[in-house]
């Protein structure tokens, strides 16, 4: 399918950008390649001063409760997310979070506090959980698959009535919630009522759920036919629901260089020096998270050795070339629905600021164009 196949819905407003946190350590690709990148927050504060000053308006901070797969130390999410918050001015910082390891009605009270302190930028990424082992070590429940996103739904239910609802109540099979009023409750703006609620997966069951009660979808890196595909699944889940479809982001790994052949041969070394012991270990972990689904679809089920190099199938998205080039295909993603690119990189500080000063004004004179010629007007 062509990048310009009609999908219903296409993402309104200009393409919004986020980032992937290195909050872990290892970096965004599990190779020894170097990466100019650093997990602490000294490196972080300043990425995220940057970051907002170069046109990304969130950021994502990683889950990791234990040392796996190439990341041999991580910082705790929701804290280091309030850290950049207060470190920053505009930036929006999405916390990743587990069910199952979290109660919904602490994680919002921690949500509230976060959201005033900040001035209304905190937002969560609810994770129905991949890695098995973290929950085994401490004494938690592992569930099957769609068990495991059944929580997941349920939790963030419970969540949006805690923070939206006086006296919230909620008889669940995972969560009960008895009368609870929080005080005080999250900033309610004119563009959002409550902190934003992402959620990702590629199952059917993930689709599904995003549908009936996420703000956000994230898929892992996909081509044009995979982003329809779950396009299409996850707004007919909504429809479906009686409910406006989330919103669609998709993630990448970009790298930008002055050549297309510049660009390759980056990748071609990643790929060269990819950590085989870890890639493989973590290609065993998420395997078996998603086994268990009925029809086969799931996170990283399909995914060769070179997309699990990084670890969110980012080299698929193709955000791999010149600057006109990725520019050219934000763009083409855009126009099929994609409203937030969340996108990883080899060094940070200085390909944040490349794409900055290079990528976003091509893609914003691609929109303006568009746009104009969507209007009548010759450009």
């Known amino acids: 399918?062509?990048?310009?196949?009609?999908?219903?819905?296409?993402?309104?407003?200009?393409?919004?950008?986020?980032?992937?946190?290195?909050n872990v350590s290892g970096g965004l690709v599990t190779s020894t390649i170097e990466q100019r990148t650093d997990w602490g927050y000294?490196?972080?504060?300043?990425?995220?001063?940057?970051?907002?000053?170069?046109?990304?308006?969130?950021?994502?901070?990683?889950?990791?409760?234990?040392?796996?797969?190439?990341?041999?130390?991580?910082?705790?999410?929701?804290?280091?997310s309030l850290a950049l918050l207060l470190a920053t001015e505009r930036l929006k910082v999405i916390a990743a979070v587990h069910p199952g390891l979290w109660h919904p009605g602490v994680l919002a009270k921690f949500g509230a506090t976060a959201d005033h302190l900040s001035g209304g930028r905190f937002a969560v990424n609810v994770v129905s959980g991949w890695f098995k082992q973290e929950f085994t070590a401490l004494g938690e429940p592992w569930l099957e698959h769609d068990e495991r996103y059944r929580r997941?739904?349920?939790?963030?239910?419970?969540?949006?009535?805690?923070?939206?609802?006086?006296?919230?109540?909620?008889?669940?099979?995972?969560y009960r919630i008895r009368d609870f009023s929080l005080k005080p409750k999250p900033l309610n703006t004119e563009e959002r009522p409550h902190p934003e609620i992402f959620q990702?997966?590629?199952?059917?069951?993930?689709r599904a759920m995003a549908g009936r009660v996420s703000d956000w979808y994230f898929s892992n890196g996909k081509d044009f036919d995979g982003v329809t595909e779950q396009l299409t699944d996850v707004r007919a889940a909504a429809a479906a629901?009686?409910?406006?479809?989330?919103?669609?982001?998709?993630?990448?790994?970009?790298?930008?260089?002055?050549?297309?052949?510049?660009?390759?041969?980056?990748?071609r070394e990643i790929v060269a020096?990819?950590?085989?012991?870890?890639?493989?270990?973590?290609?065993?972990?998420?395997?078996?998270?998603?086994?268990?689904?009925?029809?086969?679809?799931?996170?990283?089920?399909?995914?060769?050795?070179?997309?699990l190099v990084q670890y969110n199938d980012?080299?698929?998205?193709?955000?791999?070339?010149?600057?006109?080039?990725?520019?050219?295909?934000?763009?083409?993603?855009?126009?099929?629905?994609?409203?937030?690119?969340?996108?990883?990189?080899?060094?940070?500080?200085?390909?944040?600021e490349y794409f900055g000063e290079r990528v976003l004004p091509l893609v914003r004179e691609l929109e303006a164009q568009d746009e104009n010629l969507s209007e009548g007007v010759l450009v």
């Not at 889950?63 to 990341?71: K, L």
């Not at 990448?252 to 660009?263: H, S, V, Y």
């Open 1 to 22: 399918m062509s990048a310009s196949a009609h999908v219903p819905q296409p993402a309104g407003g200009p393409a919004r950008f986020a980032y992937w946190v290195p």
């Open 42 to 80: 000294d490196y972080n504060r300043k990425l995220a001063r940057l970051a907002e000053d170069n046109g990304f308006e969130y950021a994502l901070s990683q889950v990791r409760y234990m040392a796996s797969y190439g990341a041999e130390n991580q910082h705790e999410s929701t804290s280091f």
């Open 152 to 174: 997941a739904e349920e939790f963030i239910r419970a969540l949006r009535a805690v923070w939206t609802e006086d006296h919230a109540e909620l008889a669940g099979d995972f």
């Open 200 to 206: 990702g997966g590629n199952s059917t069951a993930a």
């Open 241 to 267: 629901a009686g409910r406006t479809a989330p919103k669609f982001g998709l993630n990448g790994f970009l790298i930008a260089r002055d050549t297309e052949k510049e660009a390759r041969e980056v990748l």
């Open 273 to 307: 020096k990819a950590d085989t012991q870890a890639v493989h270990g973590f290609s065993d972990a998420v395997r078996q998270a998603g086994s268990s689904t009925a029809d086969g679809k799931g996170m990283w089920q399909d995914s060769s050795f070179e997309d």
């Open 314 to 352: 980012g080299f698929r998205t193709g955000l791999i070339g010149t600057p006109e080039q990725i520019a050219e295909r934000i763009v083409a993603y855009k126009k099929l629905g994609v409203d937030l690119f969340l996108l990883g990189f080899l060094h940070y500080l200085e390909e944040v």
